[in-house]
């Protein structure tokens, strides 16, 4: 493959015309029809520009390779990018356990408060709870002690591919 053909694909990779791709580089259409039909090269710093708007180095641009040491860094960065859905669930799964008990911790402190008549500002814990959700208590309580249990599992998850799993 000619530098100008690798040109014209990575043009058309990002989906765009001759005119869209001179606009971005302040040049004539003119100027990348001859790149792209091997008439003539861009200067350095056209070559520059061009390897950071596509993404890829100079190497690649000019020889259609990728050096040792650009395949090393891309090799590292797709090892080390990105989230894996065991340190997510790990994550996600704490903090989960953590908010729902907390709310069935005060779910069971408003009840064991409500025959004693304990108020809040005029209010029953009961009554403070069913306002702020707007739902019945105990169906408040069936979905904390669902979501505990949603996040201890992906806690679990979590723990035992994080700490204990063997990734390959």
Known sequence: MTFGERLANLRKSKGLSQEQLAEVLDLTRQTISKWELDQSTPDFEYLIKLSDFYGVSTDYLIKGERSKQTTDIIKYAAE??????????????????????????????????????AQVNGMYFEGLIAFLIGTK????????????????????????????????
Do not use: N
């Open 80 to 117: 080390s990018s990105g989230l894996k859905v065991h340190h997510v669930c790990l994550s996600l799964g704490a903090v989960v356990m953590g908010a729902s008990f907390i709310g069935i911790l005060v779910f069971v402190i408003c009840s064991a408060l409500r025959p004693w008549g």
């Open 137 to 168: 208590t105990l169906w408040f309580f069936i979905i904390l002690a669902v979501l505990f249990v949603l996040g201890g599992v992906a806690f679990g998850y979590g723990v035992v591919k994080t700490f204990l799993g063997k990734e390959k």
